[in-house]
């Protein structure tokens, strides 16, 4: 029986693809100059043990005077595609080389890099083509997070690099607006934990220290997560202030959860720190190491009061979903709005008020995550959320334009792609306006 993660449109495609001037059923707005880039598992050989082991693949849509100029799929050619290259060899060494880059695209500084958390970033081409792994000219010593975060005033990145065999199982990064690493120092955490995302305010960085824990005996399996639910491993959140980055780490008791993505964090005017995540309750007790349910994540809110040393933690909806994002020029501040993928919808919060609206694909198409993509420079203003949109009927893709602020009303622009679109991770609207922005 095929694995779920290789069936249906999990499962990969074939053949690198790239067409010109594409059929488009509406009217795409004549701002949006620039590429919508998504990454995504694709594996080479049509095999993987798991849904997050597959060879990563960038499906790219370029955007231009109304036109929809080219599509493009791409694989991320890292060391572990082109020459089997492991992530750990037999005596434990880490070849930071060695991954599927497979999970998100970002940019920074001009350099667009594939990522993925267990390697270097891989730098790409304004085609997709692969320049190979980039280590911030020789001095980022660890992996890269797939979740950095760009500061909208500073145009600083800050990510993380975690490990499971090293001794420092956490190390934070800040590289500067020209793309210069200039901080990286490391974080005592009581075991390897798996740390996927973390949050990032105007003055704080705020990481989820939760209880998913490497385990050695499912690494000698292979073929699924070498991770595990530990019930005595507690859960925490650590609170950095980003004007003293080697300063004390200040850690808040949560009760136990997994989080692979936070939404947004900010700081509010009292002193605390709001932080919305989409919660997990649990994830990969031991029987467990499949695709993830999303319909086991909600949006849910923490307040973290460091006069007090606690946490108030509010479930906000009790819709199931994830891939939550924002405007990303808000990123750290306070936004009025976000939004999140369900099964067969986009679903945009107002985070005041909890009001929320849907867009509905309808039966049988499936979206992805959507990026947003500004209308002009006025961060938090009006814009168009895209993503990728997998017809069963059809067994094709589109990419669906739709207006954010009007989000049930009918798509904006609908772009009809030569290709299937295999279910995937993250992208971002890549500006052409903004070359060195996100």
Known sequence: MTPRHLAGNYAPVAEELTAHDLPVTGTIPPELAGWYLRNGPNPADAASGHWFFGDGMIHGLRLEAGRAVSYRNRWVRTRSRTDGARIYDERGHRDLAAGPANTHVVRHAGRTLALSETTLPYELTRDLDTQGPYDFGGTLHTAMT????????????????????????????????????????????????????????????????????????????GGTMPYSWDDGYGARLGVLRRDDPHGAVRWF?????????????????????????????????????????????????????????????????????????????????????????CDSSLVRYDLATGVTTAHDFGPGRTPGEAAFAPADDTAGGPGWLMTYVHDAATDRSDLVILDADDLAADPVATVHLPARVPFGFHGNWLDDRHPTAP
Not at 164 to 185: F, K, Q
Request: glycine residues 8%; hydrophobic residues 35%.
């Open 253 to 341: 008791d949560i009760d136990p959860c997994y989080v692979f993505h936070s939404l947004n964090a900010y700081d509010a005017p009292d002193g605390t720190i709001v932080m919305h995540v989409m919660r997990y309750p649990e994830i990969w007790r031991r029987t467990g190491h499949g695709i993830t349910p999303p319909q086991d994540a909600v949006l849910w809110k923490w307040t973290i009061d460091p006069a007090a040393g606690t946490v108030r933690e509010e479930q906000c909806d009790d819709r199931p979903g994830e891939f939550p994002r924002i405007d990303d020029r808000l990123t750290g501040l306070a936004s009025a709005y976000g939004h999140m993928t």
């Open 146 to 221: 797939a979740h950095p975060k760009t500061c909208p005033t500073t145009g600083e990145l800050h990510f993380f690099g975690y490990g499971m065999l090293e001794s420092t199982h956490l190390t934070y990064h800040r590289a500067d607006a020209t793309g210069e690493l200039v901080i990286s120092r490391p974080i005592e955490v009581p075991g390897p934990t798996m740390l996927h995302d973390f949050a990032l305010t105007a003055e704080h960085i705020v990481f989820m220290d939760l209880p998913v824990v490497f385990d050695p005996e499912l690494a000698t399996v």
